[in-house]
C-alpha cells in the first residue's frame, strides 16, 4: 500500500489559518472514520492532535481542527502561533487491518 | 494517567537479536490495542504491527512481516518488539503506541527507542 498523500510543506504568518491535507482511496480515509493528525516536533516523539476525523485530545488547543469529504481529510490550524512550526502526520485505518501514514507536512511559521 | 514508558538505547551489531518493550499503565492494558511504528533517521513515520493484548492477534504490514516479531504480556501490561537478526537499515527510532477503543485510531504514544545497528 502507498502512503497518504500530504502536502510537503505548508506556511502561514502568526494569527493566519493554514489546512494540510491527507488524501488516500475509499479503502483507507474514504472508508473509515479513522484518521488521525500527529504533531512532531524534532527529536520529540509524535503528539496526537486529532483522532477519529474530529476529535481532540484534552489538553490540545481547539485552535486544532479535524474534518473529511470523500478520500481527503484535512488538518486545519487557526491563529498560527510559533510553537505550531513542526512536521505533520496523518494515519488511516486500512480495508486490510492496517495502518497508514502520510508522508508528512512540514509547517512553516513565518 | 495513559503512559506508554519503553526501554532504553540500543546499540547492537548485525546479525544480533533484539527485544524492546513498551510498558503500558494507567488503562486497562488488555482492552486496547498497541502498535509499533518505524521512523528511520530523518524520515516519515511507517506502521509496522499491532496486537491486541486480550488474545495477543496480530495485524503486520506486509514490509515487516517476517522479520520482526510482535507479543504481549497482558499480565503486566506489556508490550514486544523483537528482531532474530538485525540489519543496518533497523537503525531508526522505534515508538510504541495504543489505539482507541474504537481499534482504528492512535490516541497515545510512547516516548520511542533508539535502536542502532552497526559493526
Redesign the interface.
Known amino acids: ?1 502507498s ?1 497518504l498523500t500530504q502536502p510537503a510543506s505548508v506556511s502561514g504568518s502568526p494569527g493566519q489559518s493554514i489546512t494540510i491535507s491527507c488524501t488516500g482511496t475509499s479503502s483507507d480515509v474514504g472508508g ?5 493528525w ?1 504533531q ?1 516536533h524534532p527529536g520529540k ?4 492532535m486529532i ?2 476525523v474530529s476529535n481532540r ?1 484534552s489538553g490540545v488547543s481547539n485552535r486544532f481542527s479535524g474534518s473529511k469529504s470523500g478520500n481527503t481529510a484535512s488538518l486545519t490550524i487557526s491563529g498560527l502561533q510559533a510553537e505550531d512550526e513542526a ?1 505533520y ?1 496523518c ?1 488511516s ?1 486500512t480495508s486490510n ?8 507536512t512540514k509547517l512553516t511559521v513565518l | 494517567e495513559v503512559q506508554l514508558v519503553q526501554s532504553g538505547a540500543e546499540v547492537k551489531k548485525p546479525g544480533e537479536s533484539l527485544k524492546i518493550s513498551c510498558k503500558g499503565s494507567g488503562y486497562s492494558f488488555a482492552n486496547y490495542w498497541i502498535t509499533w511504528v518505524r521512523q528511520m533517521p530523518g524520515k516519515g513515520l511507517e506502521w509496522m504491527v499491532r496486537i491486541d493484548p486480550s488474545d495477543s492477534y496480530t495485524d503486520y504490514s506486509p514490509s515487516f512481516q517476517g522479520h520482526v516479531t510482535i507479543s504481549a504480556d497482558k499480565s503486566i501490561g506489556a508490550a514486544y518488539l523483537q528482531w532474530s537478526r538485525l540489519k543496518a537499515s533497523d537503525t531508526a527510532i522505534y515508538y510504541c503506541a495504543r489505539h482507541t477503543a474504537a481499534a482504528g485510531s492512535i490516541d497515545y504514544w510512547g516516548q520511542g527507542t533508539l535502536v542502532t545497528v552497526s559493526s
Do not use: E, I
Open positions: 500500500q502512503a473509515y472514520n479513522y484518521v488521525s500527529y512532531q516523539a509524535p503528539k496526537v483522532y477519529d485530545p512536521n502526520y494515519s485505518y487491518s492496517t495502518l497508514l501514514f502520510g508522508g508528512g
